[in-house]
């Protein structure tokens, strides 16, 4: 059963709800839908504390920089006692289309820096992670690394809003599922999720 909830993103104020923050959206909804949660901080996350089947669940949100999320996550690990198998991710992804969601139970990075951060402080692979598609990447002639940033640190535009909603309910019906022990059924959830908000 998942322990830890993990929603990436950049804490200042200033990247609030950007595409580099879906994680951080999708755990705040989430929390929200929590009976009795209670919060906590640390020194490098914030989290709630809800309990679930007489199990405390907790859904951190780390205080480190998406790129750094590694050492929040292995410090949430250490204090809440957990195993990587206990441990689920929530990110964003340029790589799949807006408002499309992805559930895998172990893999590479894939080019995101904070599950790379993740996996190297971890060192391992086999945690289960939602991947909450705000792509494609903008066609440009500017370096690559320097759009990738520019785009992720975007907030979306108002004619994705309706679909970003729509993505972030159905990313926490999923992770409901994921809570209840349900992981195929959330996995079935999340994998059909349709981009059209009325699907």
Request: hydrophobic residues 40%.
């Amino acid at each position: 059963m998942v322990k830890i909830i993990c929603g990436l993103g950049n804490h200042p104020t200033e990247y609030q709800h950007t595409r580099h923050n879906l994680g951080y959206d999708i755990v705040d909804r989430l929390g929200k839908k929590m009976v009795s949660a209670r919060p906590g901080r640390s020194v490098w996350f914030e989290y709630i504390t809800a309990t679930v089947g007489g199990q405390d669940i907790y859904l951190i949100k780390p205080l480190t920089f998406v790129n750094r999320s590694g050492i929040a996550v292995a410090e949430a690990m250490r204090m809440f006692g957990a195993a990587p198998s206990e441990l689920f991710v929530i990110t964003d992804d340029f790589n799949l289309p807006l408002g499309t969601l992805r559930i895998r139970l172990r893999g590479s990075a894939g080019g995101h820096h904070g599950l790379e951060s993740i996996i190297a402080e971890l060192g391992a692979k086999d945690f289960p992670r939602l991947r909450a598609g705000i792509g494609p990447l903008p066609e440009d002639p500017s370096a690559r690394e320097q759009r990738v940033i520019d785009f992720v640190l975007s907030r979306f535009r108002p004619e994705e809003e309706e679909i970003v909603k729509h993505m972030i309910s159905r990313a926490t019906e999923a992770m409901e599922l994921v809570i209840a022990d349900r992981l195929d059924a959330a996995i079935r959830v999340a994998n059909s999720a349709n981009p059209t908000p009325g699907d």
